[in-house]
C-alpha cells in the first residue's frame, strides 16, 4: 500500500515514510491510495482473535514495508502496558455499549494509537541509524500519551510544553514525573495558544527543523488513524459475534481523529456494519453545524469541562473532504486555501451524501453533568465528561440497532466535573494514586520562542 496526500501534490510514499512525514510537504495529509474492504468470510476468521491479532491483520492491510513478525512484535509491545487484557474491553451500560478505551498508561484513548506510534518511530530510527526531536504543545492528554509513547527509546528526544498552571495538576503529574533522560518538560509561562504558537514557529524555520528532525505527534498522523481503526473493528466483532450485524458508534470528537478513523472502519466492512457515525461535540460546535447544515465555519474556542474537545479548526477533517472531492486533490487544496483566508467553507452541496455517514448532537455543560449524574444513578457506571457528551448525542441521535459510545478518557482524570455531578470525587486508579508523592523535573520558562529554541537546541539530539 502506497500513500498519497489529500492535496495532490507529492509522489506516492510507502508506509514507513508516510509515518515519519507526518503532515505531506504539500501542506496536504497523508492517505492510503485505496481503501482496502473485507467480506463476511474474512470476519468469520477475524471474529475469535484477540486484540492483538486482529491490530496484525488490519495493519498488513495498509502496511507492506514491514514484515509480518516485526509488526506482529510492535504490536505486542504496544499493547503490553494496558492493564485490561483485552486491551479496549465493551461493556453494556444501560441500552448501550461503552467501548473502554482508557486502560493505557496514561488513562485516555490516546494512548492507544501513542503506544505503537512510539515503537514504530524507534523501529524506523534504528533501521537507518538516524534520530529525531519530537517538539509538541499540549493541553493535557496528548502530552502525557505522547511522552508515555517515547519515554527511554533511543534515537529520540521528546520537548512537551504546556501552559504553566493551567493543566490540570493531575495531568501535569503525570507529565512531569516522568524522569527518563530523553524527556523534556517545559512550562510556560501562558496560555496553550502561547505553547501551541512557540511550536508552529520553531516548526516553521526549516534550518532548525532539519538540524534537529525534529519530528510531531499530533494527531494528523496517519499511524495514529490506523492504530484507531483497530477498535471499531474489533467492537463491532464482539457484537457481530452475538447475531448483531448493524451498529451505530458515538464518538466524543475534536480533531475528527478518532472520527475519522470510525469512517475508514466503516469503509473496511461490509455495508451497514456501521450504519452511522454519531459526531458528538460540546458547545465548540463546528462539526456538528457541518453535518447538520453543511456549513464549516470556525468560531471562537469556548472552555468546557471537556477540555479535549475545545476545538475551532478539526485538523482531520481535511481527510473526509478528500473523500467528499472523490480524491481531487486540486478541489481539497482550493478549499483549504478558501477556509485559510475566510475562516468558513459552504459544503451545504454534500448534505446527503453526510447524511449517510454522520448524525450529530451538540452537547451542553449542564447535559454533560446530568449524564453523569444519571448514569452513575441508574447503571452504577461512572463517566468522565467527553465520554458523557458522546452518550448524551447518542441518546439523541441512535436509531433502531445497538449504539456503541467510546469511552475516551479515565473519569478520574477529571475529577472535578465528576464531583460536581454525583457529589463527590471519583477513586484514583493506581496509576494515579501516587503521583503528587513523586519527584518531578520540569523547565519553568517565559513564553518566549527564543527561550525555547536555546533549550531545545541545548538538550537535542543531533547527528
Ligand atoms: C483527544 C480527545 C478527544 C477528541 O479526539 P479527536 O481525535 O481529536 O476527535 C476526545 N476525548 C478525549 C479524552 C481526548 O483526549
Not at 485559510?340 to 453533568?369: C, M, N, P, Y
Request: charged share 20%.
Amino acid at each position: 500500500m502506497r500513500y498519497i496526500s489529500t492535496r495532490g501534490g507529492i509522489a506516492a510514499l510507502p508506509f514507513q515514510d508516510a509515518v515519519m512525514m507526518g503532515l505531506a510537504r504539500d501542506g496536504g495529509l497523508l492517505l492510503p491510495e485505496t481503501l482496502p474492504s473485507v467480506d463476511e468470510s474474512t470476519l468469520d476468521l477475524w471474529q475469535q482473535m484477540s486484540y492483538q491479532r486482529l491490530a496484525l491483520e488490519l495493519f498488513s492491510l495498509f502496511v507492506d514495508d514491514i514484515d509480518r513478525q516485526t509488526l506482529e512484535d510492535l504490536i505486542e509491545r504496544s499493547y503490553a502496558r494496558f492493564s485490561h487484557p483485552q486491551v479496549t474491553p465493551m461493556r453494556m451500560v444501560g441500552d448501550f455499549y461503552v467501548l473502554e478505551l482508557f486502560h493505557g498508561p496514561t488513562l485516555a484513548f490516546k494512548d492507544v494509537a501513542l503506544q505503537l506510534l512510539g515503537n514504530l518511530f524507534a523501529h524506523v530510527l534504528a533501521q537507518s541509524s538516524g534520530f529525531m526531536n519530537i517538539l509538541g504543545a499540549t493541553s493535557g492528554d496528548t502530552g502525557s500519551a505522547a511522552i508515555a509513547g517515547v519515554r527511554g527509546k533511543p534515537g529520540i528526544n521528546i520537548f512537551i510544553l504546556h501552559p504553566y498552571g493551567r493543566t490540570s495538576p493531575l495531568q501535569a503529574l503525570q507529565m512531569t514525573t516522568v524522569l527518563d533522560k530523553n524527556v523534556f518538560n517545559i512550562a510556560v509561562r501562558g496560555s496553550f495558544d502561547d505553547a501551541q504558537t512557540i511550536v508552529k514557529r520553531l516548526f516553521g524555520d526549516l534550518a532548525f527543523r532539519d538540524q534537529y528532525q525534529l519530528g510531531a505527534v499530533n494527531s494528523i498522523n496517519w499511524a495514529r488513524v490506523l492504530a484507531q481503526v483497530v477498535y471499531y473493528v474489533f467492537a463491532f466483532l464482539k457484537l457481530r459475534r452475538l447475531g448483531k450485524s448493524s451498529v451505530d458508534f458515538s464518538v466524543p470528537t475534536g480533531n475528527f481523529g478518532d472520527i475519522f478513523a470510525g469512517y475508514v472502519a466503516k469503509q473496511l466492512l461490509p455495508k451497514d456494519s456501521i450504519h452511522r457515525l454519531i459526531l458528538a461535540t460540546n458547545a465548540n460546535d463546528l462539526l456538528t453545524r457541518f453535518v447538520q447544515c453543511g456549513d464549516y465555519s470556525r468560531g471562537q474556542v469556548i472552555p468546557t469541562m471537556s477540555p479535549s474537545m475545545d476545538i475551532q479548526i478539526a485538523s482531520n477533517f481535511e481527510r473526509y473532504l478528500y473523500y467528499l472531492h472523490e480524491g481531487d486533490g486540486a478541489k481539497v487544496r482550493d478549499d483549504m486555501e478558501h477556509f485559510a483566508q475566510t475562516g468558513k467553507l459552504d459544503l451545504s452541496r454534500f448534505r446527503e451524501r453526510t447524511a449517510e455517514d454522520f448524525r450529530s448532537h451538540s452537547v451542553s455543560e449542564d447535559e454533560t453533568i446530568a449524564t453523569i449524574g444519571a448514569v452513575w444513578r441508574e447503571h452504577g457506571y461512572l463517566l468522565d465528561p467527553h465520554t458523557a457528551v458522546g452518550v448524551r448525542a447518542a441518546q439523541e441521535c441512535r436509531e433502531d440497532r445497538p449504539v456503541i459510545c467510546l469511552a475516551t478518557a479515565h473519569p478520574a482524570k477529571f475529577g472535578a466535573a465528576v464531583q460536581k455531578a454525583i457529589g463527590r470525587d471519583p477513586d484514583l486508579p493506581p496509576q494515579l494514586a501516587g503521583l503528587a508523592e513523586k519527584e518531578t523535573r520540569c523547565e519553568v520558562m517565559e513564553a518566549d520562542a527564543e527561550a525555547v529554541r536555546r533549550f531545545v537546541a541545548s538538550h537535542a539530539l543531533r547527528g
